[in-house]
């Protein structure tokens, strides 16, 4: 046998000597490669019979590793969210007022009394509360004095922090707030409990002798979503 030949094994077997002590002291088959530069598929073969408990380095890893990838997910999910916020930002543009007066239509139709001609919206999203005031304000000319609020509570809401609340949101005055509703069913108090800090807010329109801002506007805006449906394909 060559001096080459002879000087590539003990080399070798020197190499695979290193990998165990390596593999015996804890270390990862990345690690080992990363020192020794030998493939993971030579490693497999020389270290398949050696016992292998991580060592505090590798387990620190192993426990970091999982963490690392949720942060870095995470953080992936949030840049994603902003890149389709902000398209969507550029695909709504400018609000005109035949947009609000649509989008107001639409809201009553979802969340609007219908029945007993009494004009109301109740929800407990202040969003949409805010806009349905500034609905009723800019497309069917109603002032502040038309509005009345009553609140739907839980026993663990403060009704004194829930008017606050509502009457900021709003604009409101809280000398226009009805007397609060407290829901005492036992069996709803667990399920909401702490869901709905605020309750919900019952916006009430009233007319104040105007027919034209009671009776006369929900059958305006009943006659609206009439008019709407009527033109949608079913």
């Known amino acids: 046998m060559s001096r ?4 590539n094994i003990n080399m070798k077997m020197a190499m695979k000597a290193r990998a165990v002590r390596l593999r015996a002291n804890g270390w990862s088959y990345t ?9 993971k598929s030579t490693l497999s073969g020389w270290l398949k019979a050696v016992p292998y408990e991580p060592n505090a380095i590798v387990r620190g890893r192993m426990r ?3 963490i690392k990838s949720i942060i870095s997910r995470n953080k992936l999910k ?3 969210i902003a890149v389709i916020k902000n398209q969507a930002v550029v695909e709504v543009g400018t609000l005109s007022e035949r947009d609000l007066f649509m989008l107001g239509v639409g ?7 219908k029945v007993y001609e009494q004009v109301q919206v109740i929800n407990a999203d202040p969003k949409l509360i805010k806009l349905a005031v500034e609905w009723f304000e800019t497309c069917c000319g109603l002032t502040e004095d038309n509005f009345r609020i009553k609140l739907h509570i839980y026993p663990d809401n403060s009704e004194a922090s829930a008017k606050n609340y509502w009457s900021k949101v709003t604009g409101i005055p809280k000398s226009q707030f009805t007397k609060t509703q407290i829901d005492i069913r036992e069996k709803k108090r ?3 409990k702490r869901k709905l800090p605020y309750g919900t807010a019952h916006l009430t329109v009233v007319a104040n002798g105007d027919k034209s801002k009671g009776v006369v506007l929900h059958r ?4 609206w979503i009439e008019a709407i449906n009527s033109k949608m394909r079913v």
């Open 4 to 7: 080459c030949a002879l000087h």
């Open 31 to 39: 690690d080992i490669q990363k020192r020794l530069g030998v493939s």
């Open 64 to 66: 970091n590793g999982p």
């Open 78 to 80: 949030v840049a994603e």
């Open 107 to 113: 809201l009553y139709m979802g969340e609007g009394a």
């Open 190 to 192: 667990t399920l909401k």
């Open 220 to 223: 305006r805006i009943i006659g």
